[in-house]
């Protein structure tokens, strides 16, 4: 066992359990101030995505419904192994494979025996060329943006996991890039093209609860170690499996560290079976700054999906936040952050509210002794509350139990993709549409991780009066990597 000072890399008031937040502020004050009202939306914005013929392009775009969808898979050892074949069972054939750890990738290779195997996407996107029509991107946080860029320039569909960028700057790149490329794209967000997403919408547009005034989301997350002051001072030596300079790609240099010594005091609050898998790799690069974007960035995008569409939200006028310490390694144990939009021509100002670390909005009385589940959300409005779909007052539920089915049911995150790459309709969480809500969560770590309210400008990418804020708009690459 490595001698370690513990000192080094957690804050000394760490608790021995996730039940207490080393916090300057308190939970009682957080949860005392979590319904209060505010907020809004912004103006309805019809998103039409233009597919232009394969034989056009010369490329993939607008693959013909006649013509079999090939993918390659790119970040395949987490979530990469269950949605690929998701992708698989939607329809695309896996034709080639990438990742920079031959361990951890192992189990979807497993599944797709014949498929090409590659360590760096750069070169399986010059192999394999027009053999491919697809790229699904499940790479940690720090290169969705290297690796979606590449695949559309290269004029390829584009699936990429939640969120979609680690920056604002990445996101605009994004942005412009498929805006040229015309490809069929999607991000793994929640689909609020779900059964229950479409009843809750259809439900409050019929005024179940009245006018919408607060939206209360959150998530049980971290299952990972945050809050840490800094980076581990001790490094180990890097596997034969393992391509640690391609997995760090644009990120700073820094030494691999494999696992957290078992008396690590952190690994308290983390699930048993993902807190002790890795410093970074795999899965805990969440929790660091330089990778990931905590539980706000792994959760808040699929929470906030649905009141996103349900009431056209764009970029909130004023964010603020409070949480548990915050270091400049790490996102910290536990977060409230406010959102407030100003009212549109449809909707009156709303108020969107995200916990993570174990804190929820209090229970409404109406629910008697019931309590939250680990994820949820919360909607009110002037004349009552819904949790998800469910109308909280019985005598009001039963008004609204034949409000018809409007809204149209789809398949899941793969089948839209499939039938998007086919030419078909777009995919519910395509790219245009996902920018504001991946910068729904980047914004919020801004306010997190300056401690100050955040004004943001989304035509000049400006903070008004946080310069720190704007500073992290735009971040450096490192190891001669560009944008």
Known sequence: ?????????????????????????????????????????????????TFIPRSVLGGTAGTSPNEKVTLAGIGIGGIGHPQLKDAQNAGFQVEALCDVDDVHAKKTYDIFPQARKYRDFRELLAAEGDRIDAVYCGTPDHTHAIITLAALRAKKHVCC???????????????????????????????????????????????????????????????????????????????????????????????????????????????????????????????????????LGDMGCHRANLPYKMFDLKHPARITASNTRMHPAAFPIGCMVTYDYPASEKFPEIRMVW????????????????????????????????????????????????????????????????????????ASANFEYAVPVTEFVLLGNLAVQTGKPVEFDPVSLTVKNNPEAEALIAQPYHNGWTL
């Open 161 to 295: 996991v939640k969120p979609l960028t680690r920056t604002i700057e990445e996101s605009r790149a994004v942005l412009k890039a498929v805006r040229e490329a015309g490809t069929a794209t999607q991000v793994t967000m929640e689909p609020h093209t779900s059964e229950w997403a479409c009843r809750t919408m259809e439900l409050i547009y019929a005024g179940a609860i009245g006018e919408i005034r607060e939206i209360h989301i959150w998530s049980g997350r971290p299952v990972w170690p945050q809050g840490m002051l800094d980076h581990p001072k001790f490094s180990d030596p890097v596997p034969a499996t393992l391509d640690w300079d391609l997995w760090l790609g644009p990120a700073e240099k820094r030494p691999f560290a494999a696992q957290w010594p078992e008396d690590c005091p952190y690994l308290r609050m983390s699930c048993a079976n993902w807190g002790k898998r890795g410093v970074y790799h795999p899965f805990n690069f969440r929790g660091w700054t330089a990778f990931g974007t905590g539980s």
């Open 1 to 49: 066992m490595r001698e370690i000072d513990w000192k080094t890399c957690f804050h000394p008031s760490f608790p021995p359990h996730f039940k207490e937040f080393p916090m300057p502020i308190s939970r009682r004050h957080l949860l005392k101030t979590a319904l209060t009202s505010g907020a809004a939306v912004t103006s309805a914005v019809t998103t039409v995505v």
């Open 355 to 426: 916990y993570d670390g174990g804190l929820k909005p209090p229970v409404p009385k109406c629910m008697g002794s019931e309590t939250f589940p680990a994820e949820g959300v919360l909607f009110v409005g002037s004349e009552g509350m819904m949790f998800r779909d469910r109308i909280l007052d019985p005598e009001r539920a039963k008004k609204f139990e034949n409000v018809p089915k409007t809204l149209q049911r789809r398949g899941g995150v793969m089948p839209e993709w499939y039938e998007a790459c086919r030419g078909g309709q777009p």
